[in-house]
């Protein structure tokens, strides 16, 4: 199986602008799946509510995840991407995940980060990994990587790849981390992160770039440069996941000892 990352910059607001980037650098480059960077259509740094509320779109009906959808069928790729998603009053830092038969899944970040916290409704879905033709796959977006119960639950339901949409600005921490959520979980993590800056209401943010495929011994099998846009896949053979022994006498999920454990 081939699993790559899209890193790019988007430009805010550009929807179209930023889907035909996207669109782009992911056909100079094989994968099976794909994944990109949060809030990857519209840029990050919202002013409002209503701001943000103006660029969510509903899932899977709006124009971006119908997008999403045309690529996947016409490629016969999986794909998973960050975006707005507006339900009702809600506005989710949500996450879908499609492929070539059509939508799949969504997922909606559980921490928020930041301003983040303003302008966003915290996740409301459980964590429940996917079957993509015989992989299971689990999707958690950016700040998440600081709670490690993500990716353990994630892992301990059965993903095999774990996917994560970022838009890092802490320098070096979320590729730190994922590499640790790989080794603790042995699976394989995919962090699909941003480069560029944004200055908007007041703040400007850096974004750290480093997008990264990880594999379940913690070996980075593919790293992005901090500051240039690159699509990248590389084949992974996703079973490799499935044993969780690290020595002869230390398997990670039936060595737990939870009933020591406050979760
Ligand atoms: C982040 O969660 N976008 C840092």
Redesign the pocket.
């Given at each position: 199986m081939r699993v790559g990352y899209v890193q790019f910059k988007p430009r805010f607001g550009d929807v179209k602008g930023n889907l035909a980037r996207a669109f782009a650098l992911m056909e100079g480059e094989d994968a099976d799946l794909w994944v990109l960077p949060?809030?990857f259509a519209t840029g990050?740094l919202f002013d409002s509510r209503e701001e943000l509320r103006e660029l969510g779109e509903p899932v899977p009906g709006g124009h971006t995840t119908r997008a999403l959808l045309g690529f996947a069928r016409d490629r016969g790729v999986y794909l998973v991407a960050g975006l707005a998603e507006r339900e009702g009053d809600k506005v989710y830092?949500a996450a879908v995940v499609v492929g070539p038969r059509g939508f799949i899944a969504r997922y909606r970040?559980l921490?928020?980060?930041?301003k983040?916290k303003l302008w966003f409704d915290p996740g409301d879905l459980p964590l429940e990994p996917v079957d993509l033709g015989g992989v299971t796959v689990g999707v958690m977006?950016?700040?998440?990587h600081f709670f490690p119960e993500v990716a353990r639950t994630l892992a301990l339901r059965g993903a095999q790849i774990i996917c994560h949409p970022?838009?890092?600005?802490?320098p070096g921490m979320?590729q730190l981390s994922m590499r640790v959520r790989a080794m603790e979980n042995r699976v394989f993590t995919l962090t699909a992160n941003r480069i560029g800056e944004e200055a908007r209401a007041g703040e400007v943010l850096r974004f750290t770039g480093g997008s990264q495929i990880v594999a379940p011994d913690g070996a980075v099998l593919a790293r992005a440069p901090r500051d240039r846009e690159e699509a990248r896949a590389v084949e992974i053979e996703p079973g490799e996941a499935r044993d969780k022994r690290i020595t002869r006498y230390n398997d990670l999920f039936a060595d737990r000892r939870s009933e020591f454990y406050d979760l």
């Open positions: 949060e809030l990050y830092n970040k921490h928020l980060f930041g983040e977006i950016c700040f998440d970022a838009n890092l600005v802490l979320g």
